[in-house]
């Protein structure tokens, strides 16, 4: 393939990076989703919350392990693996609502879904490192963005979503959610990722042995970052521990507040509500004002 056809391949593999990214950053509006499956099942506060838990620490996990997978197996089997399973994931925790069995949440969309979501996080931004050696900086910015972008999108979307299908009935004279709206809002996503992120993942390849884009020659300073350790190298170094603290604290915290963020926007909201909307209205109403904050949120996440 000629080096103009290369260039122009590069970018094509960098829109498939942003909309892999863009499914896959939808966790970070988990929060809208946690209200209404606690409302309608019960479920304590600390069960439902672990299921945010169990998806951060398995997606860190799956993303170490993942780049190790990239080198052997290529970025496109690791990255259709990943849409696999992050669809598959999101197809089971909707079942999981459906049958009102938190068991079956925690294995779809803290373990499955998980998995394939840290498969489908650290092919793209490897891949794009190696396609475009002279724009590192706003390549990477440009799939954490997409990601960020995602859970703006989602935090949007799904309130309106979720209230679209939830199903109340009358029963005994009061207002009894039978349905939370989460199950069929899961199993349509689900099918998303399913087709976008494995269909996106076809376009990933890495560039051919040596290629550099044309007019650019790597400095001195470029190459020698290129230099890699292997892992058992990198953890006998006081900074790779001090990196991966740093890097721990700060997303701990960030995390944290994401995965309440949209609860604590709605108990804030509440007071402000006028009296005369109540029942479903004002849940529709708090969900609704919950879901755009999460997507404010966002914004100055992808922006960052």
Not at 91 to 117: C, E, K, S, W
Not at 130 to 142: I, M, S
Not at 208 to 213: H, I, S, T, V
Not at 240 to 269: E, F, H, R, T
């Amino acid at each position: 393939m000629s080096n103009e056809n290369l260039e122009s391949k590069r970018w094509w593999i960098a829109a498939a990076a942003v909309i892999i990214q863009l499914c896959l950053g939808t966790v970070y509006a988990w929060s809208v989703f946690k209200k209404p499956l606690m409302t309608t099942h019960g479920w304590g506060e600390t069960a439902t919350q672990l299921t945010f838990i169990l998806l951060m620490g398995i997606i860190g996990c799956a993303a170490a392990f993942g780049g190790t997978l990239v080198d052997k197996k290529g970025p496109r089997f690791v990255a259709t693996i990943g849409g696999l399973l992050f669809g598959t994931g999101t197809l089971i925790a909707g079942l999981g609502d459906q049958m009102g069995n938190i068991y079956v949440l925690y294995l779809g969309f803290g373990v499955v879904a998980a998995l394939g979501n840290g498969f489908g996080y650290v092919t793209p931004i490897a891949t794009l490192i190696r396609w475009f050696p002279d724009k590192r900086g706003l390549v990477t910015g440009l799939a954490v963005m997409g990601f960020g972008a995602g859970a703006f999108f989602m935090g949007q979307i799904a309130p309106a979503m979720i209230n679209s299908f939830k199903v109340v009935q009358t029963i005994d004279g009061v207002e009894k959610i039978t349905s939370s709206g989460v199950a069929t809002t899961f199993y349509i996503w689900g099918v998303i990722f399913l087709v976008l992120v494995s269909a996106a993942a076809q376009m990933f390849k890495n560039p051919p042995q040596g290629w550099l884009p044309a007019g650019f020659t790597p400095s001195a300073s470029t190459v020698s970052a290129a230099d890699s350790f292997k892992f058992g190298e990198a953890v006998k170094r006081p900074q790779w521990w001090m990196l991966w603290a740093m890097l721990c604290l700060n997303v701990s915290a960030g995390l944290g507040l994401i995965s309440q963020l949209s609860p604590i926007a709605q108990d804030l909201y509440k007071p402000l509500v006028d009296a005369s909307i109540t029942g479903n209205d004002l849940v529709k109403t708090l969900a609704l004002a919950g879901g755009s904050v999460v997507a404010i949120s966002a914004i100055f996440n992808g922006l960052g």
